[in-house]
C-alpha cells in the first residue's frame, strides 16, 4: 500500500485532463498556536489536519462537495507536507486536535508559506467544557444495550422472501 501512495499521481496515463507528477506542486509550512488563555498547549499545532481548498470562510471546507481538496496532517512539531497540488486558487484551512475552532490562511498568489499561527476565537478564558475539540465522541461513555428497552420490531426481522407466492 505504501508503494501506492507514494507512486501517485501516476505517470502513466495518456490524458490529457490527468496531470503528471511533474505538473503539480506541493506545499510545506509549520503551522502553531497562539492563545492567551491556554497555561498549556501553545506551541507547535501537534498532528493538525491541514488542507487546500476552495476559497470561502473559515470552515467552508466542510461542506464544498464540486472543488479539489488536498489533506494531511501536521507532526509533533507542527510541520506539513502537502504534494500533488492540481493548479489552482486554494486557501489553506486547518483544525487543530484540542483547540477550539478552525483555522483559515487567505493566500491565493504563492505557495511558499509564512510560518503561520492558528489564535483560536475567544471572547475571554473558557469556564467550563463538554468533551475536548477534537472531533471524535471519543471520551464519552457509551453504556451496554439493555434488553428490556429493545424495541422488538426491529429485534426479529422477518425472513419471509415477499416474492415467493407461497410464503403468505
Not at 506545499?27 to 491556554?38: F, M, P
Not at 504563492?110 to 499561527?117: A, E, F, G, Q
Not at 489564535?119 to 434488553?147: C, H, M, Q
Amino acid at each position: 500500500m505504501r508503494n501506492e501512495v507514494r507512486s501517485c499521481p501516476y505517470s502513466f496515463p495518456q490524458s490529457p485532463d490527468f496531470l503528471k507528477s511533474d505538473q503539480r506542486g506541493s506545499v510545506i509550512g509549520r503551522l502553531s498556536v497562539k492563545d492567551q488563555y491556554l497555561k498549556v498547549g501553545n506551541g507547535p499545532a501537534r498532528f493538525a489536519h491541514v488542507g487546500l481548498a476552495a476559497p470561502g470562510d473559515v470552515g467552508s471546507w466542510e461542506f464544498e462537495t464540486k472543488g479539489y481538496q488536498f489533506w494531511t496532517q501536521a507532526n509533533e512539531r507542527g510541520i506539513f507536507f502537502i504534494k500533488a497540488i492540481l493548479p489552482g486558487i486554494y486557501n489553506l484551512y486547518s483544525w487543530v486536535p484540542g483547540v477550539m475552532g478552525n483555522y483559515m490562511y487567505e493566500s491565493r498568489t504563492n505557495i511558499k508559506l509564512p510560518r503561520l499561527v492558528f489564535k483560536p476565537p475567544r471572547d475571554g478564558p473558557t469556564l467550563w467544557e463538554i468533551g475536548i475539540p477534537d472531533r471524535s465522541a471519543a471520551e464519552f461513555y457509551v453504556p451496554p444495550n439493555e434488553t428490556k428497552y429493545n424495541n422488538n420490531l426491529y429485534l426479529k426481522q422477518d425472513t419471509k422472501d415477499f416474492t415467493d407466492i407461497n410464503n403468505f
